[in-house]
């Protein structure tokens, strides 16, 4: 898969999930969170987060009231950024 971008997903004529494909050049999370980071590094950067195991992947969430955050991780690195329904899962 060599396409790079930003997905958006629509459920009830509502926005239910945003997410980058694959690792747009020069994207990063507030902080200077950026691809490429450790586990360690978007843990000390964004705080306490659950981990989810996706098939191929797995992603690194918390909840907010409204919300659920997502840090995908690809062989041990940041790969990818999400926003979700609170609950929702992560896993594409």
């Known amino acids: 898969f060599g396409e790079q971008g930003?997905?958006?997903?629509?459920?009830?004529g509502r926005v239910s999930a945003v997410y980058t494909l694959s690792r747009p050049v020069g994207w990063h999370a507030p902080h200077g969170l950026r691809f490429g980071a450790t586990p360690l590094t978007v843990h000390d950067s964004a705080g306490t987060l659950?981990?989810?195991a996706c098939h191929g992947y797995t992603a690194l969430v918390r909840d907010s009231a409204h919300a659920r955050t997502a840090y995908f991780l690809y062989a041990g690195r940041l790969w990818g950024f999400g926003l979700f329904r609170r609950g929702a899962t992560p896993c594409r």
Request: charged share 30%.
């Open 6 to 12: 930003l997905a958006v997903e629509f459920e009830g």
């Open 50 to 52: 659950r981990t989810i």
